[in-house]
């Protein structure tokens, strides 16, 4: 009973100090991120991070080498969790336009908000394609096949017909993507941002409606013209 009880001790021990771990580790990823938007890459320090994190620096280079290592796993773990949320937003029954906004905000909104709507946008750019280019092109990759299987589940079931347009799924999802580059941009506000991704998504997506949905929307823009 004694040794089952000191066991039972020890590996509710292990459990605290793995989530005090991960509770830290979150806590540099966002101070890093923080720090960053507000002071650039090259002027955040290890020193810098640590304090927006509310740790030692010793304590911090348990975790981490250096800087350059924490940004890319704050990459990393933004682009997971957008991914995350995306495919989410791509399930249910919602309007079809409002699940391809909604994943295309789950995957843009916090970089948006980060790298865009900071002083430092076209340093935090930069520094993202030098350290972190192989993990924005995954996530872009999987993002593009998220996006394509949401097409090909609308064709199937009567949400979107594509060959009035004569392109692929996979076309599609790619000129889509391609066409919110051009939304981004230094110093863009989020709701312009949101405003203008809604408009996109609506103009895309309004040359693919299938006849009967196509009338149905011309008779309520008529009403409301």
């Known amino acids: 009973a004694a040794d089952s009880a000191r066991r039972a001790g020890d590996h509710g021990r292990v459990e605290t100090m793995a989530r005090a771990s991960t509770d830290k580790r979150a806590r540099i990823l966002e101070a890093a991120q923080v720090h960053t938007a507000r002071y650039g890459f090259r002027r955040t320090s290890m020193e810098d ?18 800087k350059e290592e924490i940004f890319r796993a704050a990459a990393e773990e933004l682009q997971a969790d957008a991914l995350e949320a995306a495919a989410e937003a791509l399930k249910g029954d919602a309007p079809f336009e409002e699940r391809i906004r909604t994943a295309i905000e789950a995957k843009t909104l916090r970089f948006v908000e980060l790298a865009f709507g900071s002083p430092h946008g076209s340093e935090i750019l930069d520094e993202s394609n030098r350290l972190c280019g192989d993990v924005i092109g995954e996530a872009r990759q999987r993002f593009l096949e998220l996006l394509t299987q949401a097409f090909r589940r609308a064709v199937q079931r009567g949400e979107v017909d594509l060959s009035r347009v004569e392109l692929s799924a996979t076309q599609v999802a790619e000129l889509l993507l391609r066409s919110t580059q051009g939304l981004k941009g230094s110093g863009v506000a ?17 040359s693919m409606q299938p006849p009967a949905r196509r009338s149905a929307a011309q008779r309520r823009a008529a009403r409301t013209g």
């Open 49 to 66: 991070i640590a304090n927006q994190a509310g740790i030692s620096r010793a304590a911090l280079y348990l975790l981490f080498r250096n």
């Open 190 to 206: 989020i709701d312009d941002y949101r405003r203008q991704l809604a408009a996109l998504v609506r103009v895309f997506l309004a």
